[in-house]
């Protein structure tokens, strides 16, 4: 991961860094369905103080994030050993008809951090 001084504002990673990040899934509970596509069990709240208002709601802390296929892909790989550029290779043999996977994929990573889905 890139340092970031005091005084200096955090500077994009370039492409060919980006490419060596090994991005790890968050420890949330995950399934995939019948079709192969991955249901994330997202927490709404991680505060004691919202966990106990949907315990007196009798709501669940928790919602559901459903994957697409080529989301499902990339969410199965994100294990920590794997590298964006070995993830967009799979990616590319996977989807080979698809378009604009390169950018898709780093699209979809950058949101699924963002979210705290996953880290690199």
Known sequence: MLEKNKKQKTR????????????????????????GLVQIKV????????????HLIKKENTFSAHMDELGSFVWK?????????EILDRLQKEFDEDENLD?????????????RYLHY
Do not use: N
């Open 103 to 115: 950018q898709r994929l780093f699209l979809f990573l950058q949101q699924m951090r963002q979210l």
């Open 77 to 85: 790989q994100c294990d920590g050993r794997t590298t964006v550029k």
């Open 12 to 35: 994009k990673p370039t492409v060919d860094e980006f490419l060596q990040f090994k991005p790890v899934r968050a420890d949330y509970e995950w399934s995939t369905d019948d079709k």
């Open 43 to 54: 927490p709404k709240f991680e505060s004691s103080l919202g966990k106990k208002f949907c």
